[in-house]
T-cell receptor, first 113, second 111 residues
Framework: DGGITQSPKYLFRKEGQNVTLSCEQN?????MYWYRQDPGQGLRLIYY???????QKGDIAEGYSVSREKKESFPLTVTSAQKNPTAFYLC????????????FGPGTRLTVT | GIQVEQSPPDLILQEGANSTLRCNFS?????LQWFHQNPWGQLINLFY???GTKQNGRLSATTVATERYSLLYISSSQTTDSGVYFC?????????????FGTGTRLQVTL
């Protein structure tokens, strides 16, 4: 959906290197989320943040780290501790109201060799 | 945690045909989202539907929360409908909400 940008679209890294994926939103949404998608699979939650300077682990947080220093930005770092980092990564955001509706960015496809 | 199952896993249709996709969930929910993931990976919001029926052009969705399922109807399918359809339901930790996704239905519409 419009208003959420992820960069870059494709990213290639060598094994053992940390890599940071960018997610920016201009929707003034409070909550932001990171998901991972493997080929032929659904989305799994990595980390989420309800407000600035606060975030929680999702279902598959091991090997990942995040920060939330600004409302509009929620970068995800894939560390060398992540055993299978090659995947499609999607960022989402949600407004502060009671709705649980999430809006998604276009995704970053990470390949680690 | 809540479990979400979708059926069928794969569906091939000829252009113009109708189809019904199903989403079952294991616990009561107060809303549900349907998404279409296009061939480039973009997740497009189709419906946000707590209960009842909503329609948007050739697509409509019905959620029966008391029976823990939702249906997505696609009528007069077109090749541009191809892709993967996901349903997702929320769960809560305090005031924080997060979505649990089903495994999706992969739809291919042929000429």
């Amino acid at each position: 959906d419009g208003g959420i940008t992820q960069s870059p679209k494709y990213l290639f890294r060598k094994e053992g290197q940390n890599v940071t994926l960018s997610c920016e939103q201009n929707l003034n949404h409070d909550a932001m989320y990171w998901y991972r998608q493997d080929p032929g699979q659904g989305l799994r939650l990595i980390y989420y943040s309800q407000i600035v300077n606060d975030f929680q682990k999702g279902d598959i947080a091991e090997g990942y780290s995040v920060s939330r220093e600004k409302k509009e930005s929620f970068p995800l770092t894939v560390t060398s501790a992540q055993k299978n980092p090659t995947a499609f990564y999607l960022c989402a955001s949600r407004p502060r109201d009671r709705s649980t509706k999430q809006y998604f960015g276009p995704g970053t496809r990470l390949t680690v060799t | 945690g809540i479990q979400v199952e979708q059926s069928p896993p794969d569906l091939i249709l000829q252009e113009g045909a109708n189809s019904t996709l199903r989403c079952n969930f294991s616990d009561s929910v107060n809303n549900l989202q349907w998404f279409h993931q296009n061939p480039w990976g973009q997740l497009i919001n189709l419906f946000y539907i707590p209960s009842g029926t909503k329609q948007n052009g050739r697509l409509s969705a019905t959620t029966v929360a008391t029976e823990r399922y939702s249906l997505l109807y696609i009528s007069s399918s077109q090749t541009t409908d191809s892709g993967v359809y996901f349903c997702a339901v929320p769960s809560y930790t305090g005031t924080a909400s997060k979505l649990t996704f089903g495994t999706g239905t992969r739809l291919q519409v042929t000429l």
